[in-house]
Nanobody, 129 residues
Framework: QVQLTESGGGLVQTGGSLRLSCVASGRTTSPHIMGWFRQAPGQEREFVAAITQSTLVVNYADSVKGRFAISRDNAKNTVSLQMDGLKPEDTATYYC??????????????????????WGQGTQVTVSS
């Protein structure tokens, strides 16, 4: 079993920045793919970004490309999401996700929530206008 613990959410003004972090614990083997999803009230959970373990291949949702950057420290079993140029539409609960085994779609980590095995409890990000 893998436990994922997020931190770093908060309230920020439009154009501001936040950095989310997620620590994976509970197994000797870290998930091959780690990523971030978000969910706003009344909406479905949507993919934000993901990164693989060894080759560090990344995948981003079109809505965050150029503004968000995902990174990973395998020695510390952590994944981070640097969010710059935040917009009110980025307001959501952000979830860390982990997939134990490799899976690539068109050479990139998957975007479907059902492709991920483990989830954190979420951290709230609120962007005020």
């Amino acid at each position: 079993q893998v436990q994922l613990t997020e931190s770093g959410g908060g309230l920020v003004q439009t154009g501001g920045s936040l950095r989310l972090s997620c620590v994976a614990s509970g197994r000797t083997t870290s998930p091959h793919i780690m990523g971030w999803f978000r969910q706003a009230p009344g909406q479905e959970r949507e993919f934000v970004a993901a990164i693989t373990q060894s080759t560090l291949v990344v995948n981003y949702a079109d809505s965050v490309k150029g503004r968000f950057a995902i990174s990973r420290d395998n020695a510390k079993n952590t994944v981070s999401l640097q969010m710059d140029g935040l917009k009110p539409e980025d307001t959501a609960t952000y979830y860390c996700a982990g997939r134990l085994n490799p899976k690539y779609i068109n050479g990139s980590p998957p975007q479907a929530p059902t492709d991920y095995d483990y989830w954190g409890q979420g951290t709230q990000v609120t962007v005020s206008s």
